[in-house]
């Protein structure tokens, strides 16, 4: 059945063209502030963009040469029509890199909607008003693309679906707190990214199978080391199979395409849209939000829950807002008892043999 999560991703261009030639809207969304339960709850599909193209001269003509090599292959993906499937682009303004992505998406592709959500810097109320404000415009200019109003009961159906795929993934990372894991960190990946491009309703009745049938932890120990990955964008699983391959499991994460997609749940309130936006503002933080409290809270539970041995944290090249916070997310998870590995790398799969070295090293210091 893993072979089913894996093809949903391999083959998302062509499986999402054949849903838009059979009458269904698509909307691409980038960054984890943009509520999916809105645009679902209009009858959208809502695909979080990612990329693909590792050569990216297209997108290097719109782009300022030290913008990250994430966003860039993103656009070329765009640029070369991969993504011509899309009717609209979300993304909330978290750096200088998707703003600017936005903006050229919105100039050059054209699609028929687009919307950038005005996220804050920090959490309080006063912030929380401002995000309730801008997810309520959001919803509108979704309505009014689509010609529907959107019911307070249709977002609340679509928080019960969305909040059963948080509940099915944290399932299946549970399975890797048992002293052998019965899936990999590379395999969980996997599954989240098949989460991310699926109807929900479709992915959860997938996973469900997957939990029945996948064999349950076994009683002996792995003794490799128990490693967590936090930091930037990261949705290649090879990235992971790398490290694993080195003689480390990989148990844990602290990523936007991990467990910070889905960890928190939607609590219902009378005001579905409130209930969003103070999940969504409130869910394990990127370093886009200060203080950092929830952040070093989802960051121990991580260690303590998985019981990580040491991290790994990954930096794509000239990504500002995780390479500011690397010293203070070494120096926190110092106070834990955590080593750390510091990697700067591009979002395509370069330089892997002096990675991999590096892996190894580290691995090699721990075992001492």
């Known amino acids: ?156 159906k679509s928080i019960e679906v969305h909040n059963q795929t948080r509940k099915l993934l944290r399932q299946l990372y549970e399975l890797r707190t048992a002293d052998t894991p019965p899936i990999t960190g590379a395999e969980t990946l996997e599954i989240v990214k098949a989460a991310m491009i699926m109807p929900k309703e479709e992915f959860n009745a997938l996973l469900e199978g997957f939990l029945k049938e996948i064999s349950p932890p076994k009683a002996d120990t792995d003794h490799r080391i128990r490693l967590m990955v936090l930091g930037s964008e990261l949705d290649n699983p090879d990235y992971l199979k790398l490290v694993e391959e080195s003689g480390a499991l990989i148990v844990a994460d602290d990523l936007c395409v991990g467990s910070r997609y889905f960890w928190n749940p939607v609590v219902p309130e009378q005001d579905p849209i409130r209930a969003l936006a103070r999940r969504y503002l409130t869910n394990a933080p990127c370093p886009r939000i200060r203080p950092d409290t929830n952040r070093k809270r989802h960051l121990k539970e991580m260690v303590e829950r998985f019981r990580v041995a040491g991290a790994i944290y990954e930096t794509i090249k000239f990504c500002d807002i995780y390479g500011v916070y690397y010293p203070m997310a070494k120096a926190y998870l110092a106070e834990l008892g955590l080593p750390i590995l510091g990697l700067d790398r591009e979002y395509s799969m370069a330089g892997m043999g002096q990675m991999k070295t590096r892996v190894q090293a580290f691995l090699e210091s721990l075992e001492g």
């Open 1 to 156: 059945m893993m072979e089913r999560f894996r093809e949903a991703y391999v083959n998302r261009y062509r499986n999402l063209k054949g849903r838009q030639g059979q009458g269904q809207k698509i909307i691409g969304w980038m960054c984890l502030y943009v509520p999916e339960e809105i645009l679902a709850s209009a009858g959208i599909l809502p695909v979080r963009v990612m990329g693909g193209a590792e050569r990216t001269p297209l997108a290097d003509a719109h782009l300022y040469t030290n913008a990250c090599s994430f966003v860039r292959s993103c656009l070329e993906e765009a640029l070369t029509n991969n993504y011509a499937f899309l009717d609209g682009f979300v993304v909330a303004n978290t750096c200088d890199h998707i703003r600017r992505l936005f903006d050229v998406w919105r100039q050059y592709i054209k699609p028929p909607f687009t919307h950038i959500i005005s996220l804050p810097h920090k959490v309080d109320d006063p912030t929380l008003d401002f995000y309730t404000q801008q997810l309520k415009s959001f919803k509108e200019k979704v309505e009014g693309f689509t010609g529907q109003t959107i019911t307070d009961e249709a977002l609340n």
